[in-house]
């Protein structure tokens, strides 16, 4: 966090339109996201920044510009639901369950919260569904929180007595998801309209910071399954190009307020 604000917000907001930016810029734009005069706060901040090599400078004096680098971008990078959605599903779920005794309740209770955390469904009880290879992910999961290996499972083509529709609705909660879903399509304050309309970067900012949030919160519970698995009425598609044209008008506003 830098002064209360994330660097993935900062340099997220830049990489929507402003190749090259002025340390005035950026104290314009922290003042969006959190009113404070001075600009000792955004020398503070540019400096930070170029420390840990997300902007690099070019020029001198009164040229100085900086630029966000490829380290910076994979800093500010946030979910990229189509990409998840578009994977290949070769139709397999892959199936597992862990053994852990209940006097090691502790453990049993971070490995659910790491799974959860994880996105991966809960099928029944401790079995649990993935429609991708699985394997990587319980080997991290092992070696981070230094349980002992306890997983057991295998890759099926078809689960008997049951079909995709209902594993995808036993597995993950789609209402609550829906819920998130709507709460982000029914904003009225960050909109491709509003920041068409922004009257200076402050002002832009704010709006930016609002939708990215509005945005995670989004997805946060959304496993984002392949187009094959998804629920009727999904609506994660409506939400991306949604947000796709907050940035389109983020991107093109931000040249005009800071020309």
């Known amino acids: 966090m830098i002064m209360n604000i994330s ?3 900062v340099l997220d907001f830049l990489l929507c339109g402003a190749e090259l930016f002025t340390r005035r810029d950026v104290g314009w734009i922290l003042a969006g996201f959190r009113p404070m005069p001075g600009d000792y706060r955004a020398y503070r901040v540019v400096r930070e920044l170029e420390q840990r090599e997300l902007i690099k400078r070019h020029g001198r004096g009164e040229e100085l510009r900086f630029a966000v680098t490829a380290a910076g971008v994979a800093r500010a990078a946030i979910a990229n639901p189509s990409r998840e959605w578009n994977r290949p599903w070769d ?3 892959r199936v597992f369950g862990y053994d852990l005794p209940l006097p090691r309740r502790k453990d049993r209770q971070i490995l659910w919260r790491a799974l959860r955390a994880r996105k991966l469904g809960l099928l029944q009880q401790s079995i649990w569904v993935w429609p991708h290879d699985v394997e990587p992910i319980l080997l991290e999961l092992v070696e981070a ?3 002992p290996e306890c997983f057991c499972g295998f890759e099926s083509s078809r689960l008997f007595l049951t079909n995709d529709t209902e594993i995808v609705r036993a597995a993950w909660n789609f209402e609550e998801i829906g819920r998130s879903h709507q709460t982000y399509l029914g904003h009225l304050v960050a ?3 509003a920041a068409r309309h922004a009257s200076d970067i402050g002002a832009l900012a704010r709006l930016a910071r609002i939708e990215r949030q509005a945005y995670q919160y989004a997805f946060s519970l959304d496993p984002l399954l392949p187009r094959a698995l998804w ?8 939400i991306e190009q949604r947000h796709l044209q907050f940035r389109s008008a983020v991107r093109h506003r931000l040249p005009k307020l800071t020309g």
């Open 7 to 9: 660097c993935e917000e």
């Open 91 to 93: 139709g397999k779920w």
């Open 145 to 147: 929180q230094n349980i």
């Open 191 to 193: 909109t491709p309209e």
């Open 231 to 238: 629920p009727k009425a999904y609506q994660g598609e409506k």
